[in-house]
């Protein structure tokens, strides 16, 4: 697989994250443990160097499990993972202060069983602690050697721009898609004004880019889906639209929907760096697949064209959840 460098920073990963949060919350009855540290070791033994997790997911279990399936392999990859919000009587709650920023880091640290985190993200801004304090902290982690990179998920750019005059931020994650096009506007210029990578989650539309998907799907209860406004039975078929689209560029190449949206990812920019989630062997080829695939100016005129008349129905979460992103 190609590598990529997030920005101007010198950390290098594949064209093609996973993401690992599904492994064990959101997406319905949860996997193997077995199952996803196999699957973890495949993605590394097809090339993938890049893996995100956070200390909220599972709560707390995902970075167990990932640090579990790559210690036989640390030294060849690149573990990103957040801090910033922790759980209260079952409910998420938003803390970045300095000192809860160096509680994680150690529990993190022994969790993912490495002496060193690649890529700290702050989960999500915290509207109660200035940025500068937690840019100011993770510099010094950085200085102590416990942190790597300064990473941001979901900010807004001026809050980036703060930021990144304490510590260099490496990257930034948002979620971004075919479906979800908003960080073109104000936040893809900033990032490569100031030399920033961004690692776009949710790349295939909470898997709705698959083209497997539609109207009449049904999620288990516990799929966090179902809450969606995106993903009400009417605003999936109207939104087929779009996967239509990326069905017949994806006839033309030999491909399916899902490659030509990440495809049409990693054409965007250098350093822009997606990581597919998934719990199935069958998918991670498939999206180790689209790293391969070259869409043409020709390509890109076409899905640009069709999808700029189609306008998606549904918001991207739930009103209370979209409040606390910080877009």
């Not at 009417?234 to 899902?258: F, H």
Request: proline share 6%; charged share 25%; aromatic share 6%.
């Amino acid at each position: 697989m190609q590598k990529r460098k997030l920005g101007k920073s010198n950390l290098e990963v594949s064209a093609l994250g996973l993401g690992c949060m599904g492994m064990s919350q959101s997406y319905g009855v949860l996997p193997d443990k077995q199952a996803m540290i196999s699957l973890i070791r495949t993605a590394v033994e097809r090339g993938v160097t890049f893996f995100d997790t956070a200390e909220i997911y599972g709560p707390y279990t995902n970075e167990e499990l990932v640090g579990e399936a790559l210690a036989p392999v640390r030294a060849q990859v690149v573990i990103a993972t957040k801090f910033g919000i922790k759980s209260e009587n079952g409910q998420q709650v938003q803390d970045s202060r300095p000192e809860r920023i160096k509680q994680s880091v150690e529990r993190s640290l022994k969790r993912l069983r490495t002496d060193v985190i690649d890529l700290y993200y702050q989960h999500r801004v915290d509207p109660n602690v200035p940025i500068e304090d937690v840019a100011g902290t993770v510099k010094e982690l950085i200085a102590q050697g416990k942190v790597k990179h300064f990473g941001m998920s979901e900010a807004g750019v001026r809050t980036i721009r703060r930021a990144h005059a304490v510590q260099q931020v490496t990257a930034v994650q948002s979620e971004y898609s075919l479906w979800w096009r908003r960080p073109e506007e104000e936040l893809l210029p900033t990032l490569e004004e100031l030399g920033i990578g961004f690692v776009p989650f949710s790349p295939v539309g909470k898997g709705f880019l698959t083209g497997t998907i539609d109207e009449k799907t049904t999620f288990v209860s516990s799929d966090f889906r179902n809450i969606v406004p995106g993903f009400t039975p009417e605003a999936r078929k109207s939104n087929l639209a779009l996967v239509d689209v990326l069905r017949a560029i994806a006839k033309r190449k030999q491909a399916t929907p899902a490659q030509i949206a990440l495809a049409w990812l990693l054409a965007r920019k250098p350093w822009i760096v997606p990581i597919p989630g998934t719990t199935k062997l069958a998918r991670l080829d498939e999206n180790i697949g689209a790293a391969s695939i070259a869409l043409s100016p020709e390509d890109l005129g076409a899905i640009e064209s069709a999808t700029s008349q189609i306008v998606i129905q549904g918001a991207r979460y739930p009103e209370h959840l979209e409040q606390r992103t910080g877009l």
